[in-house]
């Protein structure tokens, strides 16, 4: 849907709106398609077209919410009756705030090379590339090629006007042989046939490494955390903590340790939605302009990301970091990034005279969030390090930790960055880290007969 | 909507096109929410649109929108065709579907009371009640409360000549109170976590809670766990609360029991399964007492319908029977490949997904007497309600689980209240030491609404029935932070 026909639309919703009311109207067109292999075959191959229109309306210090999917007259008609009937029925809201008046945006980085996998055609070649590898070292493939691409536009009676055109494309791979599998990923706003090649390669030696793997004992062991290890921590990382609405309410981890050590001091991440890498808005729900926040400096709880609501608590301003009101959630840092170090993996690897090289976790938890203890798995190559190399690799692990104990014990961090989509929305930049004294409490896999 | 089933199906009636199917589907959704006196959610949610899937020459396509116009279904119907194409190319092995009654039917699951009459307003009333109950104690610093409810109307038609037309109804309603206080913070959530009770019925559901009357005992437990002791660490008989357990059955037999995991169709994402068709019939998967029902009949259950989204008849079978691993969810797909009928276990999310092999309602089956009678029956051990925390690897048998509430039992009492309570185990070793389960009386429907598979994801809700059960020397208190 174009640019110009998403704004009329939304112009109309507010004229059949009428004066008095103030509003806020939400559109995403976007369509996804996704080619879904296992066993090197082809298994699920989908495609949609949709179109979110929502409506916020407030009135009186009520609020109410309506959205549908069709965008003609009736149906737009009837969302706003049924919003202006959720208001009305609503109590009035303490501190509700005006909606937000016109801002500026930054540009974000310009994504770089042909907007390639977008047919099912490509799709299917991508798919075909990764089986043939597959096959040609006798390895079974799993996964997805997708493609996403669409438009978000906000746009409210204060005559705020905001759009971003967005596009993402992602391969995620598991090869397995005989029950051991290894897995690679790789996500950016423009993936290639090449990208799929080659995270097919790494996939398949991830494999390959993996055969005939044999039990360690669980207990403290120093770890080598790929990137998307630390993608994963830090989804927990953002929903738990680093969000003001949670530190305002006491549940946060960093709840009564701003301005403390509480990490190593190689340790230094913010939200920063303008990193090349990343894949976000440079606006939030409300429309405020996302802005980079430094979250964790050389180790110090510095900053935490704000909405209006919560600004106005603490007496600071909006960060751009909020969801579509009224949420329950409050404001979430949906960019993350880890600075880099100055280790390579092989580095890392060398330096370690015992220790545990984990390619990404599997199921991970929240168990105590003010402690921000998780539990999790090790998952599709997991390998033993003895004195500085890759001595074989080992069944999955259960590892129950804290993360701020991990994160304390940081002892190197890599210098090549990967962006992980995040299960929850959004995605995280990290590089590779080594930690020391990480605890795996029990070993996956285990199956006995009674 | 007939003329836009009919445009589907005449559309993908081409040569090589083995079977096509569309989706119509209309969706009421209402979410209301009060989060520490004031709105946290209000939405009024209409949802429309199709999907078509199309089988080419053995191989799948899928396309979907949400304009519902003839043009559009034609569009997408090509669309689908053209996406199959690609998938049968190179082809070794074509999908092939169960065979399966035609059927021409109407479905409407029973309400009492429909949820979208009840004024909003009402709802709001009982939503802030609780919150003021809840908010009375000073430590409590988050209150949580909800209600849900959701009509869809779906319209199902296939190139065989089914035609079903099928309205569910769901509701659902929960809160939850968090104390902070002592550097730490305690939740305690009813009637369940995650969200809280949730069923195919209508507001009679959230009637038949007891929301308001629980919500002073939920506060006070929630700030007495501030000040009580960590869960012990070691090896102690554990009973576990009829909400744990429906999660428990969800993680540790649902998931490895859907024949697409087993098959390793999801092995890139959610993962496989220890379940292998070969252990069908002699595994012992858990004690002689276990028994795990498949139903999507059951009244009341997330999953319950008339015909899932393959057009099959909901139905009732074993999945563990006396301990012994007897079956499977299947949808037409993984049937056929295992030379089977369908179980009827195909769902989407919604009209915008391709239907996937789903866990039903899956319970486990009553046995006998009462908690207390279990209790009594306990030298030492513990007591833990409502989920927290859930962690299972990629095969489904190593799991972790952390609850909200824990209780030491000694000799045949409930003592001191305990924080943090957590458990490990394997799956079959755990479920074989299952030696007692509370009877009918104890046993109800626990509906899990938030239950995410494949890729792109979809989320989908069923329900799990338990009550109360033992299960001996389990691995406890894993972590104290």
Known sequence: ?450 | MKELMDEALNSASRPGVDYADIRIIRKRDQQFAVKSGRIGSLVDDDDAGFGVRVLYRGAWGFSASSRLKRSEVRRVTDEAVRIAKVSARGLRARVKLSREAVVCDRWDSPVLQDPFTVPPGEKLNILFEIDRLLRKDKHIKVAESGMSFSREEKWFATSEGTRIVQTVTRSGAGYSATAVGNGDCQTRSFPSSHGGQQGTSGFELVRALGLVENAERIRDEAVALLKAPHCPSGELDLILDGSQIALQIHESCGHPSELDRVLGMEANYAGTSFLTVDKVNHFRYGSAMVNLVADTTVPGGLATCGYDDDGVRAQRWPIVESGILKGYHTNREVASAWGVRSRGCSRAQGWGFIPMVRITNLSLMAGEGTLEDIIRDTRRGLLFQTNKSWSIDSRRLNFQFGCEIGFEIKNGRRTRLIKNPSYQGVTPLFWGSCDRIAGPQAWRLWGVGNCGKGQPGQTFGMSHGASPARFQKVRVGIHRA
């Open chain 1, 1 to 450: 849907m174009h640019k110009q026909k998403i704004f009329m639309i939304m112009e109309r919703v507010l004229q059949l709106l009428g004066r008095g009311a103030q509003a806020e109207v939400m559109l995403l067109a976007q369509e996804g398609a996704l080619t879904r292999f296992a066993g090197n075959r082809i298994t699920q191959n989908v495609a949609s077209h949709t179109v979110d229109l929502s409506i916020r309306i407030q009135e009186g210090g009520r609020i109410g919410r309506a959205g549908t999917r069709a965008v003609d007259e009736a149906s737009i008609k009837n969302m706003i009756e049924r919003a202006k009937e959720l208001s009305a029925a609503s109590r009035k809201t303490r501190g509700l705030l005006p909606l937000a008046g016109t801002r500026k945006y930054g540009a974000l980085p310009v994504a770089r090379g042909r907007d390639s996998l977008s047919t099912p055609e490509e799709r299917g070649s991508a798919v075909q590339l990764i089986l043939a590898k597959a096959r040609h070292v006798r390895l079974e493939a799993a996964g997805i090629v997708s493609k996403d691409k669409g438009i978000l536009a906000l746009m409210n009676t204060r005559g705020l006007r905001a759009q971003h055109k967005f596009m993402s494309g992602r391969v995620s791979i598991t090869m397995n042989r005989g029950g051991a599998s290894g897995w690679a990923e790789y996500s950016n706003r423009t993936v290639a046939l090449k990208d799929a090649g080659r995270t097919a390669e790494r996939a398949a030696e991830k494999c390959l490494k993996s055969q005939n793997p044999r039990s360690v004992d669980p207990g403290p062991y120093t770890v080598v955390l790929e990137p998307a290890c630390v993608g994963e921590i830090f989804q927990f990382m953002a929903w738990y903590g680093f969000g003001a609405l949670a530190f305002q309410e006491g549940t946060s981890f960093l709840t009564g340790r701003m301005g403390k050590r509480i990490f190593s001091p190689r340790v230094t991440i913010e939200d920063n939605v303008y990193h090349p890498l990343t894949q976000g808005f440079p606006f939030d729900f409300e429309g405020v302009p996302r802005e980079r926040v430094s979250l964790i400096e050389r180790g110090v709880a510095r900053g935490l990301v704000h909405d209006r609501r919560t600004a106005r608590a603490a007496h600071t301003r909006s960060t751009g970091h909020g969801l579509a009101e009224p949420n329950e959630v409050g404001p979430l840092p949906l960019n993350l990034v880890m600075q880099k170090g100055g280790s390579r993996l092989e580095d890392m690897i060398r330096d370690t005279r015992r220790g545990i090289l984990v390619t990404h976790f599997h199921y991970t938890n929240m168990m105590n969030p003010r402690e921000l203890v998780l539990t999790g798995l090790t998952r599709d190559g997991t390998y033993l390090i003895e004195r500085g190399r890759i001595a074989r690799p080992v069944r999955n692990l259960r590892f129950t930790e804290s993360m701020l104990k991990a994160f304390s014990n940081v002892e190197a961090v890599g210098r090549e960055q990967v962006y992980t989509e995040g299960f929850f929305g959004g995605g995280y930049v990290a590089p590779a880290i080594k930690i020391h004294n990480f605890q795996f409490t029990s070993q996956a896999e285990e199956e006995k007969p009674l």
